[in-house]
Structures are given as C-alpha cells and as structure tokens.
C-alpha cells in the first residue's frame, strides 16, 4: 500500500491552472524527486502536500487517512527550505531543539536526541557552535538535523541544496540521500536539476507545466525518456526530425544522414514523420568513414576536453550535434571534417 497518495490534485491561482489532475503514490522510505523547469508546479505542489496551500480539487492520503483537511502544524511533516533559515543568533543544538521543545520533549531527551543527530549529519560534538561560525554546508546539516529531530512521518525538501557551491553540493546530495536511506526517511524532494534528482531519488516524477510528463526511476527515465521534452530535460540536446524509411530493420533519414535505432515505438510506417534523440554519449570517433546507417561525417565545431571525456560539437546540414567522447577520444581540431558511429542503442525515437 502506498504510504503517502497524492490523488487528482489541480490548483488555479488568478484563473490561471497551476496543476492539473496531479496523481502520485509514494511508498514507505522512498525518496520521490519532483523534478522540472522553473514555474511547472513543483514547490505549490509541495506546499499542497505540507498543508501550507489548499488544492482546489483532489485529495492528500497519508497511511491510507485523508489528511487534506488537516492544518499543515498537525501533519507532522518535516520541512527543509533553501530560505528555510536557521536561528543564526542560536547555536546548532538550540535550532535542533527548537521544534522539539514546541512538541513538549523532556530536556533530557532533547539533548539525547540532538547528539543523535549531530552525529547523524557529521556534527558530532558541534551543540555549542553559534550558527553564524559554520560554514554554507555546515549550516544545511544543521538544516536536515532540525527538521529530522523529530520524526517527521514525512520530510518535504524544496532546493535545499540551492544556495551552496557545485562541488559542496555534490558532496552533500550524496551524504543526503544515506542519512535518509539509514532512517528509513519517506521524502519528497523538489529540484529543477537534473543531476541532482538522479543523486538522491528513487523515483523521479517529471513535470512539466502542471503536469506529470513522467514517473519512473532515474536509469528508467534516462534509457527511456517518453517525450522530446523528457530528453531534453534530462541532458539529451541531440534532437533531430526525421523521415521512417523501412521498418525491418528500422531505418530513419534525417538531415545529417540515415539512422538505425535499436528500436522504433510501435504503430509506425514508412513515410511517417518522427523526432529522435541521440545521446550525448552515444557516439565514437572513426577513422574512415564507412557507407552504412549509423556512419555520419560532420564538421567539427567546437571540442572541449574536460577530464574524464572531451565534449565536441559537430555541425551538419541543418543541425549541430553535441557527443563526450571518452578522454582524450578526439584530437582532431575545428573545421575538420569528422567520422562518427551512432550505436543504435542511443538513438530513442518519438512518435509525432
Ligand atoms: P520554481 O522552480 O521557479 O520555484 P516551481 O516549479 O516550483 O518553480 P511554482 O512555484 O509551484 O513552480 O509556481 C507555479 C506557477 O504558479 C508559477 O507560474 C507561479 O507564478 C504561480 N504561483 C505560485 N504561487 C502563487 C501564488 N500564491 N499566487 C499566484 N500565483 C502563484
């Protein structure tokens, strides 16, 4: 049985529809990411399930209990904000206690439970330390104690990462996402970055303009993007019109050259029109160009070398294609004509 049902939910500000028909289950301990482009519903989606925002239609189901008409301060979620601030004239041990007392903890097991989890976050003797002395990633630990001290049935996280550096943040997701895998943590988790709903989530649900475009695990969504818009959002820029020439074997002509996909969606004919994907790590370098579908020559624009794979940028007629190329997979320079190989598996085709 799901433990959190997110049912029909729509939601209109000012006439405007913000989310339409939103419908998600999430499973005890599971770690949902609601991923999407800045305005598609995401954090009023958030705030739906937190009770700090009513829904115009649809129901929030907890353990399989209605909660919709309960106040937000009496659903004992846990929340962690990116302004979500910390108490900086407070030290790390008072912010944790903060919520603790409110829910009339014996000081006793206050202080018990705010050592458990500083030790949890790598904080571990840090109660006394005002919060202005920590550092930016220091600060979000304290963030994640407080709002895990007191057992929330669920924790909510709306870019709670969003103000550190890239490299702190990577560190930090990782460090997240086996905090809340320990406890045993359901979550739902809010980002418009890609890497970062991969990082921490077990399933992701895609959104776009108020809607769930797609549901699936990270792998499941990357292999298997539904939409031109999913693979977009998900890092695949390689975008192409095409033309279905034969279904078996299938092939597919397109500006820069005939393509064979590992597999085309069903229903389709020769003559139809369709969009595909190529992903970026789909391709390698060749040394002569070999007559066949899959063999393109295009002229190399740009290419970038950036440590564990060389990013190039080839042009065509009439699309430019961007590839990682392994290391230091391509040493040819700008304006030289280039040989690639597709592998089929790359290439996901949509239907019009
Ligand atoms: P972001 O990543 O930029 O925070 P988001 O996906 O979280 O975006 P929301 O904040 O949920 O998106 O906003 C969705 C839409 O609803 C936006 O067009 C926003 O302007 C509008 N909106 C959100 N809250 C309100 C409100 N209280 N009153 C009016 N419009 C609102």
Same mark, same amino acid.
Request: proline share 7%; glycine share 10%.
């Given at each position: 049985m799901p433990f959190l049902t997110i049912s029909h939910i729509s939601k209109t500000f000012d006439a405007t529809p913000?989310?339409?028909d939103i419908s998600l289950d999430v499973v005890r301990g599971e770690i949902v990411c609601l991923l999407g482009p800045s305005g598609c519903g995401k954090t009023t989606l958030l705030r739906i399930i937190? !009770? %700090?925002?009513?829904? *115009? @239609?649809?129901?929030i189901l907890l353990a399989g209990e209605d909660i919709t008409p309960v106040?937000?301060?009496?659903?004992?979620?846990g929340l962690m904000f990116q302004d979500y601030a910390l108490f900086p004239h407070m030290t790390a !041990?008072?912010?944790i206690a903060f919520g603790l007392k409110m829910h009339g903890w014996t000081q006793q097991q206050i202080e018990e439970r705010v050592t458990e989890l500083l030790a949890l976050v790598d904080l571990a003797g840090y109660e006394a330390r005002p919060v202005y002395e920590l550092s930016g990633g220091q600060q979000q630990r304290v963030a994640l104690a407080r709002s895990l001290a007191p057992n929330p049935r669920l924790l909510m996280l709306d870019e709670p990462l969003g103000a550190l550096d890239r490299t702190l943040r990577d560190q930090? %997701?990782?460090?997240?996402?086996?905090?809340?895998?320990?406890l045993g943590q359901t979550a739902v988790y809010v980002t418009h970055d890609q890497m970062e709903a991969f990082a921490v989530a077990d399933r992701v649900a895609l959104?776009?303009?108020? @809607?769930i475009e797609q549901v699936g695990t990270p792998e499941a969504l990357y292999l298997r993007p539904v939409s031109p818009f999913a693979a977009r959002f998900l890092g695949m820029s390689n975008i192409l019109a095409g033309t279905i020439v034969s279904l078996a074997p299938? %092939?597919? *002509?397109?500006p820069v050259g005939r393509l064979q996909p590992a597999a085309l969606p069903a229903g389709l004919r020769p003559g139809d029109a369709v969009q595909l994907v190529i992903r970026p790590e789909g391709a390698r370098v060749a040394r002569e160009h070999l007559s066949g579908p899959n063999h393109l020559t295009l002229t190399l624009v740009n290419r970038s070398f950036r440590g564990a794979h060389t990013l190039i940028q080839l042009a065509g007629p009439g699309a430019t294609l961007a590839f990682e190329i392994p290391g230091l997979g391509c040493t040819a320079r700008p304006g030289q004509s280039l040989h690639v190989v597709i592998g089929p598996e790359a290439i996901v085709v949509f239907d019009n």
């Open positions: 913000v989310l339409h937190a !009770g %700090l925002e009513r829904p *115009d @239609r649809g129901k106040p937000s301060h009496k659903r004992d979620f !041990g008072e912010n930090l %997701l990782v460090e997240l996402r086996s905090i809340l895998k320990q959104m776009r303009a108020g @809607r299938p %092939l597919i *002509d397109t």
